[in-house]
């Protein structure tokens, strides 16, 4: 009631002739307390009080303060009651009449024999709001701090741009006044509710807008940050939209839907809620704000006691075919998201992120690897209010892209075009590391990762430094000091074959003092890609070596970073490396020509 400006409005137009306002301490104490953890109805309330002084100055009412602040104690019962207590005695004490909005405290106030007036809820035709005189049809989002000139995105989702609104800067005056037309609307409006509510910050959703008011301590200055979508988008009007349709229908799914803030992943996720209703699913939303722009039909959860997980709990008896989950972020997020798609259910993501890869990387550490594909099977990237890209989830237990040893099998994540079903991605397990691989001819990131894990392994056995370096998907190259390669090749060559074993590629030891002298000849693995015949070498990476051919000298090249030569496939040299290996003939390389 003195929240809502109620009180001195009746006293004002003579509601309570010659009154004696009473306001209990205790009223005081909370409203204090509101007021100083930032929320705006706090400040609300205390400017209603001003207003009651400055009736009381003019000799309009008489205002008596009554009673005791509460106690630390009583403080931390108010949910209990304990604070409404101590305002019901000083009705009681004064015989006095005791004036609520508060339904509740007003019918026990009537059972312990009080003289009560409840005034319910205002419902007033709305009016136009503040804020809204900052929108125009195409405004996304509406900026507004205090000492700073007021500014908007507008155009259309991925074709936004910054507009100054006016030549002068918000005050912090002007700004509470509008957040306080906020609370009241939503305290009023059924369509709107204050969504979340902390020390210096509140989220409201006021019909299709979702409005966020932080102040200190939460932020350096008052600022009003509102949101409003520019139009509800029909999946026919995105591409692929006949075969992601086909994909949903065709049985319950786990996707995430992924682009970076602002791409349009949220309209997107309610076009897909609004093509799974008409095709007769139950569909629910896992919200926190719950800003979807849905139909009535499609209810919307929020977290119950700021846990998901709980929320989750009554959707696993409630048994929608799909849920949509906006946004999947923390850790418990994904978690819950995991629990409900393995229960069957199907589950729609939306996830930050700047590629689509990143999106199902994001699970790695928060859901058991091989599980990841009975979570997510599909992966749709928005990227400027557009379906860019669109990725298959799939398992296997193989050889992962680029080596060759059968031993080497491990379960495999393959992440495929979902329009051309060819293979972009592998995630598996290398040693300790879960590796996200990208599979491409001409691609060889692995083979860094592999050099790694062979140095750690043989410095194990070394006092001095040692270098890795691939000359092919299974074999390394290990220069080590003069000291050390008895130690690391060990009796017999024991201790490197068991090295080979754990590792499973095979291993050449060299003194590193040979590196810069060494004339040998030695014999290149060889690799046919699309563009190139690839010889890897072992020689060092920028050195000259000489290809031969039956003895006979084929060509001189330079030795690319990766310890490798290539030579143009279509080429005269290639069609002879090809011809020689064809034929089962000598071809050796030699450093140093």
């Known amino acids: 009631m ?4 109620r009180l001195s409005r009746r006293l004002k137009n003579k509601g309570y002739p010659d009154a004696i306002v009473i306001i209990p301490e205790a009223v005081i104490s909370e409203l204090e307390a509101m007021a100083n953890r930032g929320k705006e109805t706090g400040f609300k309330g205390l400017e209603e009080l001003k207003e009651l002084a400055e009736m009381a100055k003019r000799k309009d009412i008489e205002l008596v303060y009554v ?7 009583q403080v931390k019962l108010a949910p209990s009651g304990e604070i409404d207590a101590m305002i019901r005695s000083v009705a009681l004490e004064n015989n006095a009449l005791f004036v609520t909005s508060d339904r509740i405290q007003s019918e026990v106030a009537r059972a312990m024999g009080l003289d009560v007036e409840y005034l319910r809820p205002e419902m007033t035709e709305p009016r136009a709001l503040a804020i809204e005189s900052f929108f125009t049809d195409d405004t996304l989002s509406v900026h507004l701090k205090e000492r700073v000139i007021p500014v908007a995105k507008r155009g259309t989702i991925g074709e936004q741009k910054l507009v100054e609104l006016r030549d002068t800067p918000c005050s912090e005056h002007e700004l509470r006044s509008i957040a306080r037309e906020l609370i009241e609307r939503a305290r009023q409006d059924p369509d709107s509710f204050i969504e979340i509510e902390h020390d210096g910050v509140m989220v409201l959703q006021i019909g299709p807008m979702r409005i966020a008011v932080a102040q200190p301590p939460f932020s350096d200055g008052m600022e009003i940050t509102a949101v409003r979508p520019v139009a509800m988008v029909d999946l026919d009007s995105y591409r692929m939209s006949k075969e992601l349709k086909d994909r949903l229908l065709e049985r319950q799914r786990g996707i995430l839907i992924a682009g970076p803030p602002g791409a349009g992943k949220s309209t997107f996720a309610a076009s897909i809620a609004e093509f799974l209703l008409q095709r007769e699913f139950i569909v629910k939303t896992m919200e926190s704000p719950r800003d979807l722009q849905v139909s009535d039909a ?18 696993l008896l409630v048994r929608p075919d799909y849920t949509i989950y906006d946004e999947v972020r923390k850790t418990s997020d994904f978690r819950v998201f995991a629990d409900m798609r ?27 690897l091989g599980m990841i594909p009975q979570v997510v099977d599909t992966v749709v990237f928005i990227e400027k209010g557009q379906v860019s890209k669109v990725y298959d989830i799939d398992f296997s237990v193989k050889v992962p892209h680029g080596m060759t040893e059968e031993d080497l099998s491990r379960p495999v994540i393959i992440i495929k075009d979902f329009e051309t079903s060819e293979p972009e991605f592998e995630i598996y397990t290398y040693g300790e590391q879960v590796v996200v691989m990208p599979v491409t001819e001409l691609s060889r990131p692995m083979w860094k990762l592999a050099e790694k894990q062979v140095e750690k392994e043989i410095k194990k056995y070394a006092m001095h430094g040692v270098e890795a370096q691939m000359v092919s998907d299974t074999r390394v190259v290990v220069w080590v000091s003069d000291e050390d390669a008895a130690a690391i090749i060990g009796k017999g060559g024991r201790t490197v074959e068991a090295i080979e074993q754990m590792l499973g590629i095979g291993i050449d030891v060299r003194v590193r003092g040979e590196r810069n002298t060494e004339k040998e000849s030695y014999t290149p693995s060889i690799e046919r890609t699309k563009k190139h015949v690839v010889l890897h070498t072992g020689a060092s ?3 000259t070596v000489g290809v031969f051919i039956g003895g006979e000298l084929l060509l001189s090249a330079t030795v690319g970073r990766k310890g490798d030569v290539r030579v143009g496939r279509d080429s005269e ?3 002879r490396i090809l011809e020689a290996q064809g034929k089962g003939e000598r071809i050796v390389v030699k450093p140093g020509m």
């Open 2 to 5: 003195l929240i809502d400006g």
């Open 541 to 543: 990476r920028g050195g």
């Open 342 to 368: 393995l229960a069957g259910i199907g589950m729609i993501g939306v996830v930050h992120a700047t590629r689509a890869v990143d999106a199902i990387q994001r699970l790695i550490g928060r859901v058991d």
């Open 298 to 315: 499609i209810t919307q959860y929020a977290p119950i006691d700021r846990d998901m997980e709980k929320t989750a709990d009554i959707l």
């Open 573 to 575: 040299a290639a069609y």
């Open 67 to 73: 009673g005791k602040r509460p106690t630390l104690e």
